[in-house]
């Protein structure tokens, strides 16, 4: 009745690294840092993450800061680089390319765009999070954007 | 007419387990737990909220066939399932009070238009949002950029 499948302690690992993506997402954190806080290879981490979440945990948490950062640019009275650093990127250059390819338009013209949000944080937090449907398709990624290509 | 919402039903991996956590860790009361067969009816509620019970159901037969049930229990360990909102009067002292009994947390207490607001796992993985809400929306409010929310010390 009460079943527990093995690959049931497996996505639960994964969620758990997940999670920590989606808590310490403004913190220094890679994928080799979540990966070994998971007790995963970076490999293994990247190949089993990607088939339960249908993309590379690097994209899942750029995925995460560039929707924090949508988050910051519609409410908060901070500029385009102190946002970009405080949701965890280190240069102002992948900030802004990375924000174009997930949102399709550059930050300061999103901000130019967006009125302040309504909808409860927690729900963009979850649903927003790195899984953007704008996005094409998980598999058309450049190569070295996180996955292990 | 509908008078009101009494029942709402979460997906859990283990009622036994669930049970426990929502008694014992989130502090709800236990409303009923009986069985009818193999068929277990568990619920739950917030003791201030006797019109509102939450029923703790396993994905399994008769409910679901059984390669339904194994994608909803998938989909729980995955941590996509989101379950709802509990309401606190005290979202910091909640939130203290639920971590302390190893509660897990996916956010702590942020500032929010509508409150203070975070966010936690039952046992299953299933997630909740824990909103302290403000008398009134408050569009002005500051949204706290959470810098330090990220950081658990």
């Known amino acids: 009745m009460t079943r527990t499948a093995p690959d049931l302690d497996h996505l639960r690992s994964l969620r758990q690294a997940k999670d920590l993506m989606d808590r310490e997402w403004a913190q220094p954190l890679d994928v080799d840092a979540v990966?070994?806080?998971a007790g995963y290879s970076r490999n293994h981490f990247v190949r089993s993450f990607r088939a339960a979440y249908g993309q590379t945990p690097g994209r899942y948490l750029s995925g995460r800061r560039i929707e924090r950062a949508q988050d910051l640019l519609r409410n908060a009275n901070l500029t385009v680089t102190?946002?970009?650093?405080l949701v965890g990127f280190?240069?102002?250059?992948?900030f802004c390319t990375r924000f174009k390819e997930q949102v399709g338009v550059t930050p300061a013209e999103?901000?130019?765009a967006s009125p302040p949000a309504v909808v409860p944080g927690c729900f963009a937090l979850m649903h927003a999070g790195g899984f953007n449907p704008r996005r094409k398709s998980?598999?058309?990624?450049k190569p070295g954007g996180g996955a292990r290509s | 007419m509908i008078t009101g919402l009494s029942i709402a039903t979460v997906w859990v991996l283990d009622q036994e387990s669930a049970k426990r956590f929502y008694t014992e860790k989130l502090g709800f009361e236990l409303r009923t737990d009986s069985a009818m067969g193999d068929f277990r009816w568990v619920t739950v509620g917030a003791k201030d909220q006797p019109g509102l019970e939450i029923t703790?159901?396993?994905p399994a037969a008769p409910s679901l066939d059984p390669e339904s049930a194994e994608q909803v229990r998938s989909l729980l360990a995955k941590?996509?399932?989101g379950a709802g909102v509990l309401s606190t009067d005290d979202c910091h002292a909640t939130y203290r009070e639920l971590s302390a009994r190893g509660v897990e947390f996916v956010q702590e207490p942020t500032n929010r238009p509508y409150g203070i607001e975070a966010l936690l796992r039952d046992d299953s993985g299933n997630w909740f949002s824990l909103t302290q809400r403000h008398e009134q929306m408050d569009p002005t409010a500051e949204w706290?950029?959470?810098?330090?929310g990220g950081s658990r010390g």
């Open chain 1, 90 to 94: 280190s240069s102002l250059g992948s």
């Open chain 1, 35 to 37: 990966a070994a806080r």
């Open chain 2, 144 to 148: 706290d950029p959470c810098v330090e």
């Open chain 1, 110 to 112: 999103f901000r130019r």
């Open chain 2, 79 to 81: 941590g996509v399932l």
């Open chain 1, 82 to 85: 102190e946002i970009c650093f």
């Open chain 1, 138 to 141: 998980v598999f058309s990624e």
């Open chain 2, 56 to 58: 703790l159901m396993e």
